[in-house]
Structures are given as structure tokens and as C-alpha cells.
């Protein structure tokens, strides 16, 4: 049987639907020594902010049962260094690129946009209106309808059309479908689902928090239910929008889960830190269960757990 191992996400055709997620491979130099990042669907850079932010203090991590906390900051070097150096090195090793931004205001947003409009070689933005560890946390846009509408509205009036806009949405909201009902009338192209949870861990020795900035993003492992249940409700809701799923997947199975709920391509984020060649692994696994499911295509499998029995 030829198997057909590509993927549609948000317009766009790529090779194969394993990703990095964003912040967990920076923009790839982390991985390259290990598998050509041609070997990827895509990388999802690290999300990117328009000035140089040296994120917060230490300590940024802390361990959970069946996962981790963190806390950077969104620490980055700024969206015209990353132009300059991270685009172009990304490009000269053939990586489809799908570039991660966040902002502090909807002005942020829109300027990011504009930058980003005038450079070849990127597949889709993914609009990062989710992260819970910057310093205002009264900020989180995805958590208001306004202030999601208002950020994937100026991302999309400055952007080059050509280019899919990805929404990626916290899960930390009443009704996730209802934030992605507004993204998607804002002119998002597809959804990132989800992002991590807002955590915290305190010491019982020194009776303190055990994060600097107190509280941080929970990934890994024990996120992922959250994460299979906000895709197959937003599918549900929304059968025609892509979905890229994440959240806690560490081998094939498991991104098979996402892609029956919904999921047309799946990032792996934390399962990096332990095994940098995590993605390779799910990659091979997932394209293993596909074909002895009798599956001919990845887009066959996308959403069949919806589908009603004959």
C-alpha cells in the first residue's frame, strides 16, 4: 500500500505532521547534531518577541510527577536578531519553519506581523496569545474574548496573506471552544492546542515557592487528556479548521490520539529534554500504527474518532 505520509495544517502541505513545539528546541540548533531538520514536518521556533528579553529569574524549572514546570520568561535575543541569524540558518538546512510570536500589546502583534510579512521561507505564524509566564498575567490574551479578537485581528491585517496565521490557545479558560469561535472569526487559519497549564510548586524545606517567578507552565505528560479533550471539542465545534495538537505526547500512540480527535499534525515540546530524538521516535511510530490500522493517508485518520459507526 502507498502510504501517504503528508499533512494539510492551516492551507499549508507539509512533509510529514511530527513538529517541535515551540521553546523546547529553540530554532533548532539544539537538534540538528542528532537528525536533519528536513527529517521534521516543521519547527516551531521558539516564541519570538519584538526587543531582547532576558526572561525571569532563577530558579525557571521545577519537576512534577509525569512532567515539569517552567518558567523562562519568554527569554529571547528579539525579532530582528532572530531574523538576521535564526531565519536564514534554518533556510540553509532545507527546515520547513512555522515562526512563534507573542507580544505585550495588540501593537506588538501588529508589528511582529509587518516584520515577519517581508521574509521568504517561513510556512505559518503561530500567533502565541496563551503563554502564561510573562511578568503581567493579567495579560493572558487567549483567556479574554476582547483580547484574543484583538490580537489575531492585527496579526491578520498586517500580514502577508500568503501567510497561515495559527492561533495557540491556553487551556486555561471555562470553555475553549468559545475562545476559538472568536480566533477563527478574528481570521485565524488554524489552532495550536493547547498550551501549558498555570502551575506552581512549593518547596516543603524552605516552605517557599520553588519556582522565582512563583508560578509556571505545567507540560509533559500529565497534560495530555487536557490537551486530547480541548482538540476534540474545538473539532467537533469546528470540523473544517486545522489543529495543531500538543501537549504531553512522548511516543506514536500517543500522537495518534491527537490525530483521531482532531489533530491534522501533533509538536512535541517536552519529551525533548529527556530524548533528543524524541520526534524521530514518534515519527516512526506513529507512521508504524497509521499503516496497520489500515489508514492510506494521515489526513484519513484526522478526526475518525468523531465519525459515527457504520
Not at 62 to 74: C, F, R, V
Not at 155 to 176: E, F, Q, R, Y
Not at 274 to 284: E, Q, R
Request: proline share 6%; with cysteine; hydrophobic share 45%.
Amino acid at each position: 500500500m502507498n502510504f501517504d505520509f503528508t499533512t494539510t495544517l492551516a492551507g499549508t502541505i507539509f512533509p510529514n505532521p511530527i513538529f517541535t513545539a515551540s521553546g523546547c528546541a529553540g530554532s533548532g540548533k539544539e537538534l540538528i547534531q542528532f537528525f536533519p531538520l528536513t527529517d521534521l514536518g516543521a519547527v516551531v521556533t521558539k516564541s519570538i518577541m519584538l526587543k531582547p528579553r532576558s526572561g525571569r529569574a532563577t530558579p525557571r524549572m521545577a519537576e512534577t510527577p509525569s512532567g515539569m514546570l517552567n518558567s523562562i520568561g519568554l527569554q529571547g535575543p528579539g525579532i530582528a536578531a532572530f531574523l538576521q541569524d535564526d531565519i536564514p540558518w534554518l533556510k540553509s538546512k532545507g527546515a520547513r519553519i512555522v515562526v512563534s510570536i507573542a507580544g505585550e500589546s495588540v501593537a506588538d502583534y501588529a508589528e511582529l506581523a509587518r516584520l515577519i510579512s517581508g521574509v521568504s521561507g517561513i510556512s505559518a505564524v503561530e500567533v502565541n496569545i496563551s503563554c502564561p509566564n510573562v511578568e503581567s498575567r493579567g495579560q493572558v490574551f487567549s483567556c479574554n474574548p476582547v483580547t484574543a479578537h484583538a490580537a489575531i485581528s492585527a496579526v491578520k491585517k498586517n500580514i502577508d496573506p500568503s501567510l497561515p496565521i495559527i492561533a495557540k490557545l491556553s487551556p486555561d479558560v471555562t470553555d475553549i471552544t468559545e475562545i476559538a469561535d472568536v480566533v477563527i472569526n478574528a481570521g485565524a487559519d488554524g489552532l495550536a492546542l493547547i498550551n501549558t497549564l498555570l502551575g506552581m510548586v512549593i518547596d516543603t524545606n524552605s516552605m517557599k515557592p520553588k519556582l522565582a517567578g512563583k508560578t509556571g507552565g505545567l507540560s509533559g505528560p500529565a497534560i495530555r487528556p487536557v490537551a486530547v479533550r480541548a482538540i476534540y471539542q474545538v473539532k467537533a465545534r469546528f470540523p473544517q479548521i486545522s489543529i495543531l495538537g500538543m501537549g504531553g505526547v512522548t511516543n506514536g500512540r500517543e500522537a495518534f490520539e491527537m490525530i483521531l480527535a482532531g489533530a491534522s499534525a501533533v509538536s512535541v515540546g517536552t519529551a525533548n529534554f529527556g530524548n533528543p530524538l524524541a520526534t524521530m521516535k514518534i515519527k516512526a511510530e506513529l507512521q508504524e500504527l497509521l499503516i496497520e490500522r489500515g489508514f492510506a493517508s494521515v489526513a484519513a485518520a484526522v478526526g475518525y474518532a468523531h465519525r459515527e459507526e457504520d
